[in-house]
């Protein structure tokens, strides 16, 4: 069974910085991309980044350019996303997700929730 | 950017009834569209990939047709457990766009 626990969310004052871990289960980790996408409270989804399998592709939403990086262990089947210079607009619950063989999301964490406020 | 809209923002239905939510696309994106039902509280959960394709485990009540700009989602009989959030999303091109989500309600 794919199992993603996501980790490391919190409140963080605005400028700060945050790592969040996603622990993946369940499958060969080493054989997929893996993505984040986040939802801020009470509105919709929204993309953040991926990362391809070996790590050596990499892709943004344009608001968190130069500010996250998202990278993988694969020998700890770990997916990870370092914040920083977070802003409000940055909370939200962050989502880990597996991308099937085809390129779309098909498994979801449970999410991680973080706040940035002062 | 791809722009999603989906049609409608909300609907009210009844147990039994068929659904029908709308997802088109600012430009052509092949079959590279993907749905998703969302609960309260809970992760999204895939639906359809490849905008016809089922999700292993997802029952056959769900439907997807389309390609190009214009997509559907069908529910063929509403049940109780369906009573969610629909989001469409197009993984043609990055950044990787979702619609604005469809709330289904019970009537």
């Known amino acids: 069974e794919v199992q993603l626990v996501e980790s490391g969310g919190g409140l963080v004052q605005p400028g700060g910085s945050l790592r969040l871990s996603c622990a993946a289960s369940?499958?060969?980790?080493?054989?997929?991309?893996m993505s984040w996408v986040r939802q801020a409270p009470g509105k919709g989804l929204e993309w953040v980044a991926n990362?391809?399998?070996?790590?050596?592709?990499?892709y943004f939403v344009d608001s968190v350019k130069g500010r996250f990086t998202i990278s993988k262990d694969n020998a700890k089947n770990s997916l990870y996303l370092q914040m920083n210079s977070l802003r409000a607009e940055d909370t939200a619950v962050y989502y880990c997700?597996?991308?099937?063989?085809?390129?779309?999301?098909?498994?979801w964490g449970q999410g991680t929730l973080v706040t940035v406020s002062s | 950017d791809i722009q999603m809209t989906q049609s409608p923002s909300s609907l009210s239905a009844s147990v039994g009834d068929r659904v029908t939510i709308t997802c088109r696309a600012s430009q052509d994106i092949s079959n590279y569209l993907a749905w998703f039902q969302q609960k309260a509280g809970k992760a999204p959960k895939s639906l359809i990939y490849a905008a016809s394709s089922l999700q292993s485990g997802v029952p056959s009540k769900f439907s997807g047709s389309g390609s190009g700009t214009d997509f559907t989602l069908t529910i063929s009989s509403l049940q109780p457990e369906d009573f969610a959030t629909y989001y469409c999303q197009q993984y043609n091109s990055y950044p990787w766009t979702f619609g604005q989500g469809t709330k289904v309600e019970i009537k």
């Open positions: 369940g499958f060969t980790f080493s054989s997929y991309w």
């Open positions: 997700v597996r991308l099937g063989e085809l390129d779309y999301f098909e498994y």
């Open positions: 990362i391809k399998q070996d790590g050596s592709e990499k």
